[in-house]
């Protein structure tokens, strides 16, 4: 039997998975739900968010488990420039991605791999807990996403 591809491919497999359609129907409309990311910034930069943010009236919702991560404010419509985003106060991500960096619970003086680190948002959290006394190690088999990650460094002020 040939396996198909593509978005068919993935459908017919998936709904191999589930007894019903009902519960197929409801997985795929979970997919395609919006997933926005949140504002992840660290500590030092709180205060400055806060006043730019507040300047311009938006609001501000941390995440209920995590102070330093912010929900997109209710007052701008997805996919607009926040203030803060130029000059790098946050860094949008997945907020699943948040979890396994709290869980490692990474000490300033840890030695920590990140083998697949691109592009990069993970391993920058990473970066705040380690500071320069530990070691991060980041690496990707992709060199465009390595070259991203670099950026992302760059951008973000992470010591080389």
Same mark, same amino acid.
């Given at each position: =039997?040939?396996?198909?591809? /593509?978005?068919?491919?993935?459908?017919?497999?998936?709904?191999?998975?589930?007894?019903? /359609?009902?519960?197929?129907? @409801?997985?795929?409309?979970?997919?395609?739900?919006?997933?926005?990311?949140?504002?992840?910034?660290?500590?030092?930069?709180?205060?400055?968010?806060?006043?730019? %943010?507040?300047?311009?009236?938006?609001?501000?919702?941390?995440?209920? %488990?995590?102070?330093? !991560?912010?929900? %997109?404010?209710?007052?701008?419509?997805? #996919?607009?420039?926040?203030?803060?985003?130029? @000059?790098?106060?946050?860094?949008? =991500?997945?907020?699943?991605?948040?979890?396994?960096?709290?869980?490692? @619970?990474? @000490?300033?003086?840890? =030695?920590?791999?990140?083998?697949?680190? !691109?592009?990069? #948002?993970?391993?920058?959290?990473?970066?705040?807990?380690? /500071?320069?006394?530990?070691?991060?190690?980041?690496?990707?088999?992709?060199? !465009?996403?390595?070259?991203? =990650?670099?950026?992302?460094?760059?951008?973000?002020?992470?010591?080389?």
């Amino acid at each position: =039997m040939k396996s198909e591809k /593509g978005k068919e491919g993935f459908l017919n497999y998936y709904r191999t998975l589930f007894p019903s /359609g009902k519960e197929f129907k @409801q997985f795929i409309e979970c997919l395609e739900k919006p997933n926005l990311p949140v504002l992840r910034f660290s500590p030092p930069q709180a205060a400055r968010l806060w006043s730019l %943010w507040r300047e311009k009236g938006l609001s501000w919702q941390p995440l209920s %488990w995590y102070p330093y !991560a912010l929900l %997109w404010p209710k007052e701008v419509a997805y #996919g607009q420039l926040l203030p803060g985003f130029k @000059q790098k106060l946050f860094y949008p =991500m997945n907020a699943a991605s948040l979890i396994p960096v709290l869980a490692l @619970q990474v @000490q300033p003086d840890d =030695m920590v791999l990140d083998a697949c680190a !691109a592009p990069g #948002g993970k391993t920058l959290f990473l970066s705040e807990f380690i /500071g320069r006394k530990g070691r991060l190690i980041a690496n990707d088999l992709s060199r !465009a996403r390595l070259t991203r =990650m670099k950026q992302v460094f760059k951008d973000y002020r992470v010591y080389e």
